[in-house]
């Protein structure tokens, strides 16, 4: 009787275990990261640019930065897309996360995370 039971709640809940299956993985999209030196100040090189919770498409973003806001550049990494990608400090809007280097003055920081 019991393996009744077992077998009908896995058909019942074989299309959430998919559905839970499919949601993006978070667990390499760190929060923050230490201060580096040198930290380099800079701008966004687009509209609408991306400030993510990791260095990846995949990971959420926290907001976007926009030209002419500047930017405080921390260090660079090499990302889950194999792009390098700033961590960085808006300083118009006080969020701080990674956005790719290329969509950045200058490439973004010059110092590596080491990460």
């Not at 019942?12 to 559905?19: C, E, I, T």
């Not at 990791?54 to 926290?62: E, I, L, N, W």
């Not at 969509?103 to 010059?110: D, F, P, R």
Request: net charge positive; hydrophobic share 40%.
């Amino acid at each position: 009787m019991r393996l009744v039971r077992v077998s009908i709640a896995a058909i019942m809940l074989g299309s959430a275990a998919v559905l839970a299956v499919a949601a993006p993985a978070q667990a390499s999209c760190p929060q923050g990261i230490a201060s580096f030196e040198p930290q380099v100040n800079g701008t966004f090189a687009g509209t609408g640019i991306n400030i993510r919770t990791g260095p990846g498409a995949d990971c959420t973003s926290r907001g976007h930065g926009q030209p002419g806001q500047t930017a405080t550049f921390r260090c660079w990494t090499i990302g889950h897309d194999g792009l390098r990608w700033t961590y960085l400090h808006n300083r118009a809007t006080g969020v701080s996360g990674w956005s790719r280097s290329d969509l950045l003055s200058g490439g973004g920081a010059s110092a590596s995370c080491g990460i």
